[in-house]
């Protein structure tokens, strides 16, 4: 390949983002000597309008350091290009004279680069590079970001349940996931036995029934004299609607720049501490929404996270000279390889949690959602069972 490649970062920063920035400049920096990589700044925005930080110039050992510090250090973009949107990107991208675009980020950010190989025509080569806390990504079997968030959501659940078993009550934990359950689910990943929490787990995949859930709480209680519940910001009722939807007035919902309604703020906690303080009178309840905390928080790294998204980054310059792709970590049965995958495969696209991963019964994770979060997220902490 010749001369310039495009880096820039897409859509909600996570603990790892930075890795794959530096894996993709150092990798070209020793295929293709003297070439230009440009840092588009704020995601698609710096290619539209001109502004890019020059990578090439930047010392390897300041380079490492970046790598290693959480959230996007291009800073990002929620924008989704729509096609006349992707003309003036390609545009962009022509002016600066660029030979490949590298783009690291989620579903939009994989349609983003569809829409932009098909207009280019072959003239550049147009990357996805796997990024989302979320972990819904197609073909992927997890993706960059995932496994530090999700060790922080463990973490925290471990350490609330522990908490509740000193002064027992019911805990609810919002955690972040439009469509997806993965990261409510990791949740469970550090449970110590049967009788920890969470003990109800309610993810995007399955309708929740406010009614159900008060049901199932005070069964919980029953047998545990506690109850830890994690539910995923994005679940919904059997209607389809967002919960939130549901449980608060039309003219109090709050709604983003695109008209999707704010699954975050305050809105949700408020509405399930309503629903247990009429469904569970004088009930000691919490709900707390753990909001942008565990996709960028700096005491919760994960090395084969870390390692992974460099990885992907230094992969996806092979990816832009074979003409472009997508990137995706796949697992052979004993470790997580690395391939190029078709856009198509992957552009606008979500991957949900299986349906074997829950229990069929019950709102609790199955052997093999056990099994998949423990190969990813094993234990970090030695715990003594408390005597309560």
């Not at 979320?134 to 992927?140: F, R």
């Not at 955690?175 to 109800?200: C, E, I, K, N």
């Amino acid at each position: 390949m010749a001369g310039t490649f495009v880096i820039a970062q897409g859509g909600g920063p996570t603990a790892v983002i930075n890795q794959t920035v530096v894996g993709a400049t150092l990798e070209i920096r020793n295929r293709h000597p003297g070439a230009k990589v440009l840092g588009s700044i704020h995601g698609v925005r710096g290619i539209r309008d001109g502004n890019y930080v020059d990578l090439s110039a930047i010392p390897e050992d300041r380079l490492r350091l970046i790598a290693g510090t959480p959230s996007a250090a291009l800073g990002s973009t929620r924008d989704k290009p729509d096609a006349a949107y992707c003309e003036v990107i390609l545009n962009g991208l022509k002016k600066a004279g660029a030979d490949a675009f590298i783009y690291i980020g989620g579903n939009d950010t994989s349609g983003t680069q569809q829409i932009l190989t098909d207009a280019a025509g072959g003239t550049i080569a147009f990357v996805h590079a796997p990024k989302t806390i979320d972990n819904d990504l197609e073909e992927n079997d997890h993706t960059p970001g995932f496994i530090s968030a999700a060790e922080f959501v463990a973490g925290a659940f471990l350490s609330v349940d522990l908490d509740f078993r000193a002064l027992p009550g019911i805990y609810v934990g919002i955690v972040m996931g439009r469509h997806a359950g993965f990261l409510t689910a990791a949740a469970a990943a550090w449970q110590l036995d049967p009788d920890s929490g969470p003990h109800l787990v309610y993810v995007p995949e399955r309708p929740f029934s406010a009614a159900g859930f008060i049901d199932d709480v005070r069964a919980t209680l029953d047998r545990h004299k506690r109850c830890i519940v994690a539910v995923s910001e994005g679940v919904s009722t059997a209607d389809g609607k967002a919960l939130v939807e549901s449980l608060v007035p039309p003219d109090k919902l709050e709604r983003d720049a695109h008209g999707n309604v704010k699954l975050s703020g305050s809105d949700l906690p408020a509405a399930l501490e309503r629903a247990l303080a009429e469904g569970l009178p004088g009930k000691r309840a919490r709900v707390d929404a753990l909001g942008y905390m565990p996709r960028g928080y700096i005491g919760a790294i994960s090395a084969v996270d870390a390692q992974e998204a460099f990885d992907a980054g230094a992969f996806a310059v092979s990816v832009a000279e074979q003409g472009g792709g997508s990137v995706a970590l796949q697992y052979d049965g004993a470790k997580t390889v690395l391939k190029k995958v078709p856009l198509k495969n992957v552009a606008g696209k979500t991957r949900h949690m299986p349906d074997d991963f829950m229990k069929p019964d019950v709102n609790q994770l199955s052997e093999a959602g056990m099994a998949y979060l423990k190969r990813l997220v094993p234990e970090k902490y030695k715990v003594g069972k408390p005597f309560v």
